[in-house]
T-cell receptor, first 110, second 115 residues
């Protein structure tokens, strides 16, 4: 399982883009990068995932560096409801286990 | 389509009591797992299963038992509850067998307090 490293906390102004970084220098070639978020004490919510190419969906964009050692989750227009803990995870390609770190607490401010 | 359903949502136990946390999914997912989350902490993997009849330990398996007799259900058993097991428990599932190209879907959690 690739170890991921994220900043503990970040602030973002409402309406601005939130860029959340993640380092995963030990990721292997067939392991995906996943992003989840957890609002209050709800169950984690899947946001996006990718392998090599940049990905975009209705919630966010994922930018993965060419060497795959790091990635950035982009929330293009953050709202107050995006305040949450964001987890960057790379599950084992053999077992699919998700090992959660501490994540990044994103505070979106008015 | 109910997704991942966890019951009960809340439970209070006395030390030494036993109970089973239920988790069911109606998406025919092969992979299911249990996590616990303590206040201010990230989720920690307790046990997981890659298919019916197959289970394995996660990061913090001690004090918990699991079984997977059907694809749909993955109950978590506390044989003798301890105050250290006070936590919020989340169940998750995904379609994967061994592929990691499938996101996991989480239930709403069971909030367990042990006195």
């Amino acid at each position: 399982d690739a170890k991921t490293t994220q900043p503990t906390s970040m602030d973002c102004a409402e309406g601005r883009a939130a860029n959340l970084p993640c380092n995963h220098s030990t990721i292997s070639g067939n392991e995906y990068v996943y992003w989840y978020r957890q609002i209050h004490s709800q169950g984690p919510q899947y946001i996006i995932h990718g392998l090599k190419n940049n990905e975009t969906n209705e919630m966010a964009s994922l930018i993965i560096t060419e060497d795959r050692k790091s990635s950035t989750l982009i929330l293009p227009h953050a709202t107050l409801r995006d305040t949450a803990v964001y987890y960057c995870i790379s599950p084992s390609s053999n077992t699919g286990k998700l090992i959660f770190g501490q994540g990044t607490t994103l505070q979106v401010k008015p | 389509n109910a997704g991942v359903t966890q019951t009960p949502k809340f439970q209070v136990l006395k030390t030494g009591q036993s109970m089973t946390l239920q988790c069911a999914q109606d998406m025919n997912h092969e992979y299911m797992s249990w996590y616990r989350q303590d206040p201010g902490m990230g989720l920690r993997l307790i046990h997981y299963s890659v298919g019916a009849g197959i289970t394995d330990q996660g990061e913090v398996p001690n004090g918990y038992n699991v079984s997977r007799s059907t694809t749909e259900d993955f109950p978590l058993r506390l044989l003798s509850a301890a105050p250290s097991q006070t936590s919020v428990y989340f169940c998750a599932s995904s379609p994967m067998g061994t592929s990691s190209n499938q996101p996991q879907h989480f239930g709403d959690g069971t909030r367990l307090s042990i006195l």
